[in-house]
């Protein structure tokens, strides 16, 4: 795993250029009361909660892009997994910032394995991070596309910070469509060089939730990051 996100991350800055030296990366570890994605708890009815990790790598071009790249990796309900494979490039244009990318889901002996395209943009709008991401299913035989829009300010508390955001999202397709709205919190606090402690609490609620899935949670965890 860690040998093929060096592979993503080599293969986007060549893709964008002649990249910098300097590559930014980190290393998380986390744990969730539940798996909430999209509105949706990925395993209802568990007792054992989302465990995770990931990786990530991060770095400048010449040609005044970004580059990202990155795995996550986590354990959920009985015997369900998951790993994410993602890249991505991102470019100011004045005030705005477009982003485009590629993630790879799969989950292991559970099947389901697919992949999606995603564009986002993001500004600065009256003192909020606000920003809009489209995510298209390339391997959906209905072409699933999700939408998303999130607005976020931080806080200094004086050695923490506070995150609070608020996100909407809903899918594309007529017939099968749902919507969710969400609140978060998260405080980050340093814990020593180059080590980041956080924990968070979020709520979802979710209108025309899909057959057998399970909306209106609220959930939390915590994480610890360690940068490199």
Known sequence: MKKTSTILAIGSSLALGSAQAEIESSFHVGYST????????????????????????????????????????????????????YAGISKEFGAVELSLGLIRYEFGTGGGDTSELYLGAGTDLAGLDVSAAIYYDVDSVDGLTWFELSAGKSFDLGGASLDLAANYGSTLQSGGSYTTYGLSAAVSKELGDNLTGSIYVAGEITDGVPAGGDGDDLFGGISLSYGF
């Open 34 to 85: 539940d798996y909430v994605w999209r509105g949706i708890n990925q395993a209802p009815g568990s007792t054992t909660g989302l465990y995770e990790y990931g990786l990530d790598f991060s770095g400048d071009c010449n040609c005044g892009a970004t580059w990202n790249a990155g795995i996550w990796q986590a354990d959920y309900g009985t015997n369900s997994e998951e790993l994410d494979i």
